[in-house]
């Protein structure tokens, strides 16, 4: 019963999300003037940057898996790591972030991490990941949520569910997290530094997106905190798969001030396809590999270590 009052709750916030966001998309189609697409042979080198940037960003993503094995004495090759990262991303587009963590600790404890400390590294890891993506955009974040009062509510009640639910269900205790947090002091500093360029990567190739399309340059820096500062709270709604929709209204709510509302319409829908191709083909090319191996093997593939 319990659980398919949970399914039913989840069901709920979906359906009002939904409903919510189209509402919004609707009103906000009818603000503006019939979309316009501006596509110019003189700037394609901008869209070709923003691929080539993106993809870069995308292969720098597995280097904290990579970096947090390592430093538990799990001497994987980075490809290895790469296919660990991106076959539990998969789980990304359930319901849910939940699939993401259970993939991702199952392909641990494949190459012999105990669970508990898989655990840790993902927590520290994810952790790491949406604190660098607030530390930047902090400002506007703040001040917009106090503007916007369902926004401030998704922070408010996610990140303290999210805690809750991890706490309560790997049962960490205050003596786990002191054993850890002195274990994973380095590797949190190099894990830092692995996402900062991330987001700063990612900053370039958003900027430069945006310059294709409306040939407006926002700066690369003003780019990565709008994107960043969406991915957090899509991220945060946990009940939207990959948080479709809510990063959209809100980058489209950052972006109208910037770039104004047609622009700004525009490249959030652009920007989820932009997203999406590259983390597909990421996706692609890792359960590609990792199903060939099971092919060969018949059994999950054991990722060389020592």
């Known amino acids: 019963m319990r659980f398919s009052l949970k399914n039913s709750a989840i ?4 359906i009002i999300t939904i409903v919510v966001i189209s509402i919004y998309f609707i009103n906000m189609y009818k603000s503006v003037s019939a979309l316009s697409i501006s596509f110019s042979s003189h700037h394609i080198w901008s869209i070709l940057l923003s691929v080539i940037l993106i993809s870069a960003g995308f292969f720098l993503l597995p280097a904290p898996t ?3 094995l390592q430093s538990v004495g799990k001497k994987i090759s980075f490809v290895d790591s790469m296919k660990i990262f991106f076959f539990s991303e998969v789980g990304k587009y359930l319901p849910g972030k939940v699939w993401v963590a259970v993939g991702r600790i199952m392909m641990y404890s494949k190459i012999g991490v105990e669970r508990e400390r898989g655990i840790f590294i993902l927590i520290l890891e994810l952790s790491v990941m949406i604190f660098t993506a607030i530390i930047y955009p902090g400002r506007i974040i703040l001040h917009y949520i106090m503007l916007k009062p369902a926004i401030l509510t998704i922070f408010l009640s996610a990140i303290p569910v999210l805690l809750f639910l ?3 269900k790997y049962h960490i205790t205050v003596e786990k997290i002191k054993k850890y947090t002195i274990q994973f002091t380095i590797p949190a500093v190099t894990i830092f530094i692995s996402f900062t360029l991330f987001w700063f990567i990612l900053g370039c190739a958003f900027q430069c997106l945006i310059y294709y399309f409306t040939q407006i340059n926002i700066g690369s820096f003003r780019a990565m905190q709008i994107f960043s500062a969406s991915w957090v709270v899509g991220f945060l709604a946990f009940f ?3 948080g479709l929709g809510v990063r959209e209204v ?3 709510e950052l972006l109208i001030p910037v770039i104004g509302n047609q622009n700004a319409l525009l490249i959030a829908v652009v920007a ?5 191709f590259i983390e597909v083909i990421f996706i692609a090319f890792s359960s590609g590999k990792m199903f060939s191996e099971f092919l060969k093997t018949n059994a999950l593939p054991e990722i060389k270590h020592s």
């Open 240 to 242: 939207m798969p990959v």
């Open 66 to 68: 990579f970096f947090l």
């Open 11 to 14: 069901r709920c916030f979906q």
């Open 166 to 168: 991890i706490i309560w």
């Open 250 to 252: 809100f980058m489209t």
């Open 272 to 276: 989820r396809i932009w997203w999406t």
